[in-house]
Antibody
Framework: QVLLVQSGAEVKKPAASVKVSCKAS????????IHWVRQAPGQGLEWMGW????????NYAQKFQGRVTMSRDTSISTAYMELSRLTSDDTAVYFC???????????????WGQGTLVIVSS | DIQMTQSPSSLSASVGDRVTITCRAS??????LNWYQQKPGKAPKFLIY???ILQSGVPSRFSGSGSGTDFTLTISSLQPEDFATYYC????????FGQGTKVEIK
């Protein structure tokens, strides 16, 4: 059973950056694509992008291009999501999630991290 | 981006009720449609993929149907643990989610 453990809550000032980690246990990250999904308070789910930990290929949602960087360290089964130039609109819970594909029948998020709350406030 | 629209946004139901949630895509997505359940303060839980295939361990009272642009999630007999928010998600291309349907206790 794959378990994803994310880093703890963060409080950041506007214009700062945040880097959230997602560590997989009982599995290697290279078996899956790693996605990041966020959820603003009281709102729905918003997909941010994915990374292929085998090739280091990434695909970011257009909304976040230029501001988000997804990376991984396969030696410690950990993925990272860094978001820069934060504004109050980035206040949200950020989830990592795994899928077996990036489109089609097997592009579903079968395992999720517990979420990391990022608060952006001056 | 493909827009996903769920209806209703919320509903009130009683234990034992049959509940149906609708999800509509802005273009045909064939059967590339997934469903999730989310409880407050928790990560979403994956329920159904390919519009109608239940993930292992998901109770059989959950079912999904549809193709093209119109999809439904049905709970045949609502149980206390089913009160939650449900999201559809298309996997035809870059993932997008519906806005969610909150199922509340009547």
């Amino acid at each position: 059973q794959v378990l994803l453990v994310q880093s703890g809550a963060e409080v950041k000032k506007p214009a700062a950056s945040v880097k959230v980690s997602c560590k997989a246990s009982e599995a290697t990250l290279t078996d899956y694509y790693i996605h990041w999904v966020r959820q603003a308070p009281g709102q729905g789910l918003e997909w941010m992008g994915w990374i292929n930990p085998n090739t280091d290929d990434t695909n970011y949602a257009q909304k976040f291009q230029g501001r988000v960087t997804m990376s991984r360290d396969t030696s410690i089964s950990t993925a990272y999501m860094e978001l820069s130039r934060l504004t109050s609109d980035d206040t949200a819970v950020y989830f990592c999630a795994l899928s077996g594909a990036v489109a089609g029948f097997f592009q579903y998020f079968h395992h999720w991290g517990q979420g990391t709350l990022v608060i952006v406030s001056s | 981006d493909i827009q996903m629209t769920q209806s209703p946004s919320s509903l009130s139901a009683s234990v034992g009720d049959r509940v149906t949630i609708t999800c509509r895509a802005s273009q045909s997505i064939r059967t590339y449609l997934n469903w999730y359940q989310q409880k407050p303060g928790k990560a979403p839980k994956f329920l159904i993929y390919a519009a109608s295939i239940l993930q292992s361990g998901v109770p059989s009272r959950f079912s999904g149907s549809g193709s093209g642009t119109d999809f439904t999630l049905t709970i045949s007999s609502l149980q206390p643990e089913d009160f939650a928010t449900y999201y559809c998600q298309q996997s035809y291309n870059s993932p997008t989610f519906g806005q969610g349907t909150k199922v509340e206790i009547k």
